[in-house]
């Protein structure tokens, strides 16, 4: 057999498996226990048992929760109130508007223009006196009481600036300041002021100026000369 020389390369130490020496094993178990035993002392200091935490951080960490709770109950009725208000806002704004007579069974007399060499600035309704009279549209009553030769008078400012003039009352249901809707009363038909006999006298005002009524109260489904209405009428578009 030929004798093998220090220098030859042993064509078989990769294939071989080289011993651990004894103390090596035992360093590496050793080493494995200590990484295990300290995982789990992690874990153990990261999940605390109940009965060692004291009771004044379990009563933070409750009162915390019942302020997050509370804080989320509060946003949720709040958004709650804000859909709901969207809604019925959406429901405001699709609703049409209502435009209505002033009274019922009356007689349309003297109407909107010249008349003993005057202008007279809107029209008269005879009903007898204490005939309840209604708000032909909704708005905020700016007067409500003595007004000159208008008598007893209510004025209905409406949300596009118009007004309606009711005059010569016997008496008033409204004050100043009071919202009202169209058909709410108002008053009581009388003969106060300048006035010839028992009426409502109606004026409309645009931007401060009389105008006709029986147009202007047509172009919004209500005709007062022949006490026609449309009771859900809406204005056309200017």
Known sequence: MRQRLSSEPDRYRGRR????????????VVTTAFVGAGIVAIGAGALPDAKSVSPSVLDELKAASTVNQDTAARADSANRASRDSDRAGADE?????????????????????????????????????????????????????????????????????????????????????QQVKAGDQLGLVGNTGHSYGSHLHLEVHVKGEPL???PWLKERGVDIQLQVEAYYSEVAAP
Do not use: C
């Open 93 to 177: 704004s699709a609703e049409p508007e209502v435009w209505l007579l002033p009274l019922q069974g009356y007689e349309f007399n003297s109407p909107y223009g010249m008349r003993w060499g005057k202008l007279h600035t809107g029209v008269d309704l005879v009903a007898a006196e204490g005939t309840p009279y209604v708000a032909i549209h909704s708005g905020t009553v700016t007067k409500a009481g003595w007004f000159g030769g208008y008598g007893y008078t209510v004025i209905v400012q409406h949300a596009d600036g118009s007004e309606a003039i009711y005059g010569h009352s016997s008496a008033l249901s409204v004050k100043e300041g």
């Open 17 to 28: 498996r080289v011993p651990t020496p004894p103390r090596s094993r035992y360093a590496a």
């Open 212 to 214: 006709d009524p029986v």
